[in-house]
């Protein structure tokens, strides 16, 4: 079931930039958040949080790799496919494949030597799980918990050896587990504001005694 949020949206002019974002995540409805106003606001804090580890990879051995230079054009590539990808034209499922695809950064610097730059970019694993519990149906969450798994278990699977050893399946039942617990937490309290939301929209438009519509529900019909 689609839930839509509310569809007035202040711009950041008018609010603070904190006030914006949080309003960014009221403007969209559930399955569909690369629609309708404020996308940018909405994926500024998870573009934010690749960038952040990103930046860390000039700090880290072979900085200039294939991989890690991959790595850094992957961002901005899948930033402009969410801008311009025309989203209401296309089915809804088709939304959860950005931030599916935003897994593919750790693949690309996947690794297993102690020095390597998984391990700055392993914690953004969750990135996919959070967008998905704070704007995903429940099976976009589940697909995502996942995706998350196979990430680390598929590569022990395929290649396995030193290179991926089978401490990375524990590591693949660690960050599933956290993630899963941590997403549908989210994902649960944020439906309990939407359903609060609604209730709290339904009896501004109701008359406490007989349960008809006031004179605010009348005004809006009017005024459409």
């Known amino acids: 079931m689609k839930v839509a949020r509310r569809e007035i949206y202040p711009t950041p002019s008018r ?3 904190f006030h914006a974002l949080a309003w960014a995540g ?3 409805t ?3 958040p690369f629609e309708g106003p404020g996308v940018a606001l909405r994926i500024l804090p998870f573009v934010a949080a690749g960038v952040l580890g990103y930046g860390f ?3 880290l051995p072979g900085p200039t790799d294939p991989p890690n230079v991959l790595a850094g054009l992957y961002i901005p590539a899948l930033i402009a496919v969410v801008l311009l990808t025309p989203w209401a034209r296309l ?8 931030p599916l695809a935003a897994l593919g950064l750790m693949a690309l610097v996947r690794d297993a030597s102690p020095d390597s730059p998984e391990y700055v970019f392993t914690p953004l694993v969750l990135l996919p799980v959070i967008w998905f519990a704070l704007y995903g149906t429940r099976l976009q969450l589940l697909v995502g918990l996942l995706a998350l798994g196979a990430a680390f ?17 524990v590591a693949a039942l660690l960050w599933t587990t956290i993630a899963g617990i941590m997403g549908f937490t989210v994902s649960e309290l944020v439906r309990q504001r939407e359903a609060l939301e609604l209730r709290l929209a339904h009896m501004a438009r ?3 005694l007989t349960g008809a519509p006031n004179r605010r529900a009348w005004e809006d019909e009017l005024a459409r």
Request: negative net charge; without cysteine; proline residues 12%.
């Open 15 to 17: 609010l603070g930039i």
């Open 26 to 28: 009221l403007s969209v």
């Open 30 to 32: 559930r399955g569909r």
């Open 57 to 59: 990879t000039p700090l």
């Open 91 to 98: 089915p809804a499922w088709v939304q959860a494949i950005p």
């Open 153 to 169: 278990a598929v590569p022990v699977a395929v290649v396995g050896g030193d290179e991926y050893p089978t401490t990375e399946l």
């Open 206 to 208: 109701t008359d406490v």
